[in-house]
Structure formats: C-alpha cells, structure tokens
C-alpha cells in the first residue's frame, strides 16, 4: 500500500467544480500509483454565497478570515496540506497562505508552470470578473516571462453572466458554450495568442479540448495533478 499525504480542500466555491475535484484526484492518485487503494480526502464544503459576498463588495479581510477558518477546519480534520477548489479566492492567496495552518498548492502558480512547460507565450484569460479584473494571472504570468490578456471590461461582464449562475450550478446552456467560445476565439485571434486558460474552475464544464484552434489550459485538471503530485 501506498503511503500518500492526506489532502484538505476548500469547496464549494462553487459546488460543481467541487465534485470534479473529488473525482479527479482519485482517479490521478489510482493511475500514479496502479495499486487498489484509494486516497484520503478531506473537504470543507463553504458556503458560495457568502464568499461571493466578500469577493463583490472586495472586502478582502472577510475574506481571508474566512478561508484561514475553512483551512483550519482541515488541519484539524487530519490534513496535511490543502488547496482552495477556486480560481477567484486566489486573489488573497498569499495573504491566506502566510497565515495559514497548513501548506497550500496554488492553481494559479501550477497554472503558471503548466504554461510555461508547454512553452505558452501569450494567454487570453477567461473567468469571473473578480479574477479577470484583479489582475491575477496578468501578474503571475509577468512573473514566469509570459503575457496574459485580460477582456475589456465590457467583455468581462458579459463572460461572468455566461458563468453565473448557470454554468456555477454546472448546468451548460449550448447557446452560451457557443457565445462564450465566439468571444474567446475573437480575443485569441485579436491579440494573436497560443492559448486559453479556463481561469474559473466550471469553465472546463463548457469548454474542452478540440473546441478552439489553440492550447487550452485547463486550470481545474492542472490544480488536480499538481495536488496529486504533491500526495506522495
């Protein structure tokens, strides 16, 4: 048997995505490891309307409060290391992960290196207004020596309606798939960019691999290999 860390995550945020953490680290740990055991996987599920919330009104105290409570909520659970199921509560990461009671895998920063290995030079980011306007993966991505392109404003409202709330409630409407992959496609082209990154953990609900000419970064799949990774 496979000795493997016990992982915390930080769900709910939303509920969906969740689940396809749940199932994609099982199947990531059972494929690394090729034995019969299974890992042990310890969720706080968190309330997303209160973290949408704190993320409208930007009060980022709150915030932070609350995802160092979720975290400690695992460490006394028996978690070993832990990683928020979200993209948009990252834009506190540092913060939370300076305070917090455990060790913390970032979808942004695997998110990052994932890019980079594929050798990504320009990436259009698509998600919540909170993280498309924060400006979180343009940072991050300025860090590892690459360009990320935010939407205008007006663009960005009209993706975070595609979002919320029914692709948050993991239901895909074919018509929004289609306005969402026009607006990608005419971003990608404009700005002549090698990539996508699916920069809301429900984007992966809409949009997969094959859909656009292009690379697709899949900041769900990524943040679940980086955990599993950092299971051993």
């Given at each position: 048997?496979?000795k493997s860390?016990?992982?915390?995550?930080?769900?709910?945020?939303?509920?969906?995505?969740?689940?396809?953490?749940y199932?994609?680290?099982?199947?990531g740990?059972?494929?690394?490891t090729?034995?019969?055991?299974?890992?042990?996987?310890i969720?706080?599920?968190?309330?997303m309307t209160?973290?949408?919330?704190?993320?409208?009104?930007k009060?980022?105290?709150?915030?932070?409060?609350?995802?160092?409570r979720?975290?400690?909520?695992?460490?006394?659970?028996g978690?070993?290391?832990?990683?928020i199921?979200?993209?948009?509560p990252?834009?506190?990461?540092d913060e939370?992960?300076?305070?917090?009671?455990?060790?913390?895998?970032?979808?942004v920063?695997?998110?990052?290196?994932?890019a980079?290995?594929?050798?990504c030079?320009?990436?259009?980011?698509?998600?919540?207004?909170?993280t498309?306007?924060?400006?979180?993966?343009?940072?991050a991505?300025e860090?590892?020596?690459m360009?990320?392109?935010?939407?205008?404003?007006?663009?960005?409202?009209?993706i975070?309606s595609?979002?919320?709330?029914k692709?948050?409630d993991?239901?895909?409407?074919?018509?929004?798939k289609?306005?969402?992959l026009?607006?990608?496609?005419?971003?990608?082209?404009?700005?002549?960019?090698?990539?996508?990154?699916?920069g809301c953990?429900?984007?992966p609900?809409?949009?997969e691999d094959?859909?656009?000419?292009s690379w697709?970064?899949?900041?769900?799949?990524?943040?679940?290999?980086?955990?599993?990774?950092?299971?051993?």
């Amino acid at each position: 048997m496979n000795k493997s860390k016990k992982v915390g995550i930080v769900g709910g945020i939303g509920p969906a995505s969740t689940l396809d953490y749940y199932s994609g680290i099982l199947r990531g740990f059972r494929a690394k490891t090729k034995d019969e055991n299974y890992p042990e996987i310890i969720i706080n599920s968190i309330n997303m309307t209160e973290m949408l919330s704190f993320l409208s009104n930007k009060d980022w105290d709150a915030l932070i409060r609350r995802l160092l409570r979720a975290i400690q909520n695992l460490a006394d659970a028996g978690a070993e290391f832990a990683a928020i199921a979200s993209n948009s509560p990252h834009i506190v990461f540092d913060e939370v992960q300076r305070q917090s009671a455990l060790p913390l895998i970032s979808i942004v920063e695997a998110t990052c290196a994932h890019a980079q290995a594929k050798a990504c030079k320009k990436a259009v980011i698509l998600g919540t207004r909170f993280t498309m306007g924060s400006g979180l993966y343009a940072e991050a991505f300025e860090k590892y020596g690459m360009t990320a392109i935010v939407p205008p404003e007006e663009t960005q409202a009209i993706i975070h309606s595609l979002i919320f709330p029914k692709l948050e409630d993991g239901i895909v409407v074919p018509e929004d798939k289609q306005r969402m992959l026009e607006i990608a496609g005419g971003l990608m082209e404009e700005h002549h960019a090698d990539s996508l990154v699916l920069g809301c953990t429900e984007l992966p609900l809409m949009i997969e691999d094959g859909d656009l000419d292009s690379w697709v970064l899949n900041t769900t799949q990524i943040h679940i290999e980086a955990i599993v990774q950092a299971m051993e």
